[in-house]
């Protein structure tokens, strides 16, 4: 690290994918203490359920194109034709926020003030792609962000500042998400300036308490009535809007239809008998499932192709049967 020294415009590069950077990039862009020299979104390829491949254009790439400002579409950042880019635009600080590509250590060495990552969590806990999702998950009352220092691990480097976040009742990931991102916007200017002309040291992570969030798959979204209700209300918040917690509900015409639950509530106490997936009861207060410990008042619905609404307006138009008294499971074909 080179001496900390005053400089009129800090020059930033800065890499992003995901919703949470767009306040971070919104910041950087109306700056007058950084010069936001470039950004840069990854390319993200899909697999079709055709075969083809498809291109999906990520939160900050939309966002660009929609108010027109200019970023960089990449492929990898691991090749030398972003670094020497990197080195034309004698950029200070590279800051990293929801990325999605793994950055080698050639392309960290090449700032001069290193590389910044904001990390959705309090560090060490929930290193790793999914950390908003686990706090959610886990049922925590607190989260916030780590500015970090990049290394090569994963999310294992020293961290310059955290920055602390009450979790509300009715947050889903997107709304923490957003919330996050807020957060981070509200900070990120003068963690910058106390690194570059502040001299601001990191210090190293505890290993004590890391914890590891892991990537979130479609199937995660599967409800299982044998888990707790607890964990059921605690994933109807942390898959809200993907992958979202399925289910499968009776209709009246003797079949089943695909529903998400996008808010429950616990309940600790079940009948004794019950079977899992067991409608224990519906009307003005929702629909009451059987889990495998306690019960799971499901509270809102987003019915296959409606939009979300309470599971009371649902059962006015959809009554449940008395004769198919469980809930279906979703199957990884589904």
């Known amino acids: ?14 890499l992003a994918s995901g919703d949470i950077s767009l306040p971070i990039f919104e910041k950087l862009c109306s700056s007058s203490r950084v010069e936001l020299v470039g950004a840069g979104t990854q390319i993200k390829h899909t697999l079709a359920p055709d075969g083809s ?7 900050l790439l939309k966002e660009c194109q929609k108010t027109g400002k200019a970023i960089d579409q990449l492929n990898s950042v691991n090749t030398e034709d972003f670094h020497s880019r ?9 800051v990293v926020a929801s990325f999605g590509q793994l950055l080698k250590p ?44 990049m290394e090569a691990g994963l999310d294992t480097g020293p961290v310059y500042r955290t920055c602390e976040l009450d979790i509300l009742e009715n947050d889903t990931a997107d709304k ?21 002309v502040g001299g601001l040291t990191p210090k190293p992570q505890s290993q004590e308490g890391a914890s590891y969030a892991k990537k979130i798959q479609k199937e995660d979204g599967f409800a299982d009535w044998h888990e707790s209700a607890e964990l059921l209300a605690n994933k109807a918040r ?14 009246q015409s003797g079949g089943y239809r695909n529903v998400k ?20 009861a519906f009307g003005k207060d929702g629909i ?41 499971q979703f199957s990884p074909g589904d």
């Not at 990197?86 to 590279?94: A, G």
Request: a neutral charge.
């Open 176 to 196: 923490l998400e957003k919330r996050l991102g807020e957060l981070a916007a509200a900070n990120i200017e003068q963690v910058i300036e106390d690194i570059v």
């Open 86 to 94: 990197l080195r034309d635009l004698e950029v200070d600080l590279l």
């Open 1 to 14: 690290m080179p001496e900390a020294e005053h400089k009129k415009h800090i020059r930033v590069y800065f």
């Open 261 to 280: 639950i996008t808010s429950a509530q616990a309940l600790p106490d079940c009948p004794n008998g019950s079977t899992p997936g067991e409608i224990l």
């Open 288 to 328: 009451l499932v059987a889990c495998g410990s306690g019960a799971l008042r499901i509270l809102r619905i987003t019915p296959e192709g409606r939009n979300d609404m309470a599971a009371t307006a649902y059962l006015l138009g959809a009554p449940l049967p008395s004769d198919q008294p469980f809930m279906k």
């Open 238 to 251: 942390a898959y809200n809007p993907w992958p979202s917690l399925k289910i499968k509900i009776p209709t």
């Open 53 to 59: 491949v498809r291109t999906t254009k990520t939160p």
């Open 106 to 149: 050639a392309l960290l060495a090449i700032p001069p003030f290193g590389c910044l990552n904001i990390h959705a969590s309090l560090l060490p806990k929930y290193r790793g792609a999914s950390p908003i999702v686990a706090c959610l998950l886990n049922g925590d009352t607190k989260t916030g962000v780590s500015f970090m220092q």
